[in-house]
């Protein structure tokens, strides 16, 4: 008689983008009387730095739908990859920086209405100020980061069915009068954000 190894678990890799309504920036635009916050969802692109005022900054927020990533899979590696376009302005990554290039930070998701998932600065407590993606302006180049830890700690402990991730500067504003930053493809075209996957089940 003869009998079949049972098979043990299979690869699989999937390639997530960035969803309608979940994507964009949010910027500081004012701090007297106090902090006014803008949104802007779903651009073709938004960037991330200081403005000329040097009283506000803004952020990139992008999110992928997790949920068809099966709740007892095995991570093997989460890869996020943004593209860099040709907008720039000043010299944000020698101003801006701090702690060097471009940072990201794995945030909460809420399960909101429209824009107001896009605002939400609190981190999940895992992968902080993790970077750089990127450590200096190249005009339409992708960049990647390695997010594997998001990924495990969204199905070991979170289980939002999404990633979420706050692109920044360190650094808010350099005053020095100048708009300083650095631009990023988001919109709905071959260039938009993925999130690569590789999970055994």
Do not use: K
Request: a negative charge.
């Amino acid at each position: 008689a003869s009998s079949c190894a049972p098979e043990g678990p299979q690869s699989f890799t999937v390639r997530l983008y960035t969803q309608a309504g979940l994507y964009g920036s949010v910027s500081l635009v004012d701090t007297v009387p106090e902090n006014i916050y803008t949104v802007s969802a779903n651009p073709a692109w938004a960037a991330i730095g200081d403005n000329g005022n040097d009283v506000g900054f803004s952020s990139i927020f992008v999110s992928f739908d997790f949920s068809d990533i099966p709740a007892d899979a095995t991570i093997v590696s989460a890869t996020l990859r943004m593209h860099q376009n040709d907008q720039s302005t000043g010299d944000s990554y020698n101003t801006l920086s701090g702690l060097g290039g471009v940072l990201v930070d794995n945030v909460s998701y809420l399960v909101l209405e429209g824009t107001d998932a896009l605002f939400y600065g609190s981190t999940t407590g895992s992968d902080i100020g993790i970077g750089p993606l990127a450590e200096s302006y190249v005009a339409d180049s992708w960049h990647e980061l390695d997010v594997t830890v998001s990924a495990e700690d969204e199905l070991a402990h979170y289980h939002n069915g999404r990633l979420q991730f706050r692109i920044y500067h360190n650094i808010g504003n350099d005053n020095d009068g100048v708009n300083d930053t650095d631009g990023w493809t988001l919109g709905n075209d071959s260039n938009r954000p993925e999130l690569v996957v590789t999970y055994l089940n």
